[in-house]
């Protein structure tokens, strides 16, 4: 996937795998995401079986993903694990990688892993009084150019039942789209 993003969508994240090579090289398979495909109930399941096995995620600028969120409200996100029924979000900046990288020293092979925590984009919860602020925002959103919302860094937004480094809770067994657009809003840095 390039650096570029046309629109945001929903993915679905491999696990990244070490593989021992020829001649005992080690090598990182992050492997690719592919698109993430709702159920036939409308919703993304997380399960102990199959695709719901693997995080989700949306790629774009914080304008897409707030459009994607806002197209997708009538969708939720469903632990469907009766023992991992916490859902949990991280929000980092994406960088795109290569797929396959050579990993030879011991250390490279650590710092290689630790490439794939997600970072946390604001850890504090916005007050109620920037509710006009998220609503103007809104506003400006739904008139935006697809040019415009195209302006800024591409996020990471990963989505999943186990917590990695810097992700926070944001439901309980369900969470809505519009649940998840209202927690990802109050955490956006927003200027008059």
Known sequence: MSNYVEAAEWWRV???QLHVNK???????RGEMHKAV???KNQYLFSETGAGVKPLAIVGTALQITELLERSSNRSIVSD????????MGVSLYVPKERFEGVFPLNEVAKGLADFAIGIWGSAVREASQAEEIALFMAKL????PKEKQQGNNLFVKFSYLQ???MFKVGKSRVSCKEIQKQLLAHLPFRK
């Open 164 to 166: 990695e480094e810097g």
């Open 142 to 145: 739904m008139k935006a150019s």
């Open 38 to 40: 709702p159920d036939s």
């Open 23 to 29: 001649y005992h090289s080690i090598i990182l398979d």
């Open 81 to 88: 694990i009766k023992s991992l029924q916490t859902l949990y």
């Open 14 to 16: 491999p696990a990244p």
